[in-house]
């Protein structure tokens, strides 16, 4: 079992930034392929993008091509989520989740671990 918790969220206007953080406990994380899910009010649970355990592929929903980025640090056990031009539309609960396979999904089932979530608000 590998223990998540997410870090970084937080309000931020329209058009802002903000660099979600998710540190990992373990020593199997350079083997897991990552990925951050997003829960708004009233919605169910989403994808919003995944990477590859060595970081070599990474994978995004339509929804955030172009504003966020994925990357990870292996030595550090840690996923991060840099989100630039928020829109309100992206106020969420924000959780990554990690999988023991390598290669990075959009698929909830294959992820056996999560976090407990950071709430992100983005105000108009």
């Known amino acids: 079992q590998v223990q998540l918790v997410e870090s970084g969220g937080g309000l931020v206007q329209a058009e802002g930034s903000l660099r979600l953080s998710c540190a990992a406990s373990?020593?199997?994380?350079?083997?897991?392929?990552m990925g951050w899910f997003r829960r708004a009010p009233g919605k169910e649970r989403e994808f919003v993008a995944a990477?590859?355990?060595?970081?070599?592929?990474?994978y995004y929903a339509d929804s955030v091509k172009g504003r966020f980025t994925i990357s990870r640090d292996n030595a550090k056990n840690t996923v991060y989520l840099q989100m630039n031009s928020l829109k309100p539309e992206d106020t969420a609960v924000y959780y990554c989740?990690?999988?023991?396979?390598?290669?990075?999904?959009?698929?909830?089932?294959?992820?056996?671990?999560w976090g407990q979530g950071t709430q992100v608000t983005v105000s108009s």
């Open positions: 373990g020593r199997t994380f350079s083997l897991l392929a």
């Open positions: 989740a990690a999988t023991p396979y390598g290669l990075p999904s959009k698929e909830q089932m294959l992820y056996n671990n």
């Open positions: 990477i590859s355990q060595n970081a070599g592929l990474t």
